[in-house]
C-alpha cells in the first residue's frame, strides 16, 4: 500500500474522530444551562384589559370540568333582563354576560332618545357585578345627534336591577322554605 493512500486513511479517520468528539462536546456542554421557560403569572390576566382577574380560556374547554350552568349571575342576568324589558333588545349574550338595546324614543319626549348597554360581570350577587351605559341622542334638525352618557340613569337602573335581583332570590327562598 502506497504511503499516500496510508496517510489519506489515517486522516480521514482522524477526522471521523475528531468531528464526533467535537460534537459530543459541544452538545454536553448545553446540557449546563438552565432552559426553564418563563414564570407564568399566578392570576389569569384579562385578554381584553391586560389586567389581572377573569377566567383562562383554556379552562373554558376543559372536558373533566363539570357544568356549572351560567357564567354570570343567573339573578342579576334575569334581573337585567327584566329590567331592560322596556326597550327592544338588540343584542343578547347569554355566555359573555351583555345585553344591548336598540336605539329607544320614550313616549311623549319625540326629540331624544335612549340606548342601553348592561353587562352582568361576576357570579356573585353585588353591587360590583353590574354594570350599565345608558347613550342619549338628542334630535337636531331631523338628525340625532350624540348627547353622551346618562351617568345618573345609569345609576338608577344598576340600583333597579340590584332590587330586582334580591327580589328574585327572595322569592326563590320563599318557595323553597314552604
Keep these: ?3 499516500s493512500k496510508w496517510i489519506f486513511k489515517f486522516i480521514r479517520l482522524h477526522g471521523v474522530l475528531l468531528l464526533t468528539l467535537c ?3 459541544f452538545a454536553s456542554a448545553c446540557s449546563g444551562l438552565n432552559t426553564n421557560s418563563a414564570e407564568s403569572p399566578e392570576e389569569p390576566v384579562s385578554i381584553i384589559t391586560g389586567k389581572s382577574g377573569g377566567i383562562k380560556i ?3 374547554v376543559k372536558k373533566d370540568q363539570p357544568t356549572v350552568g351560567m357564567p354570570v349571575n343567573a339573578l342579576l342576568w334575569r334581573a337585567a333582563l327584566d329590567v331592560a324589558s322596556f326597550v327592544p333588545l338588540d343584542d343578547v349574550d347569554t355566555f359573555g354576560g351583555s345585553i ?3 336605539w329607544h324614543q320614550p313616549q311623549g319626549n319625540s326629540e331624544q332618545r335612549l340606548k342601553l ?3 352582568v360581570l361576576g357570579l356573585e350577587l353585588r353591587s360590583d357585578a353590574i354594570a350599565v351605559q345608558a347613550y342619549t341622542q338628542k334630535k337636531l334638525d331631523n338628525e340625532w345627534v350624540d348627547a353622551g352618557r346618562d351617568e345618573a340613569l345609569a345609576n338608577k ?6 332590587t330586582r335581583a334580591r327580589e328574585i332570590r327572595s322569592s326563590l327562598v320563599y318557595e323553597t322554605t314552604k
Design 58 to 60: 383554556s379552562d373554558l
Design 23 to 25: 460534537t459530543t462536546f
Design 100 to 102: 344591548i338595546t336598540e
Design 157 to 162: 337602573l344598576e340600583d333597579l336591577i340590584l
Design 1 to 3: 500500500m502506497p504511503i
Design 117 to 119: 348597554t348592561i353587562f
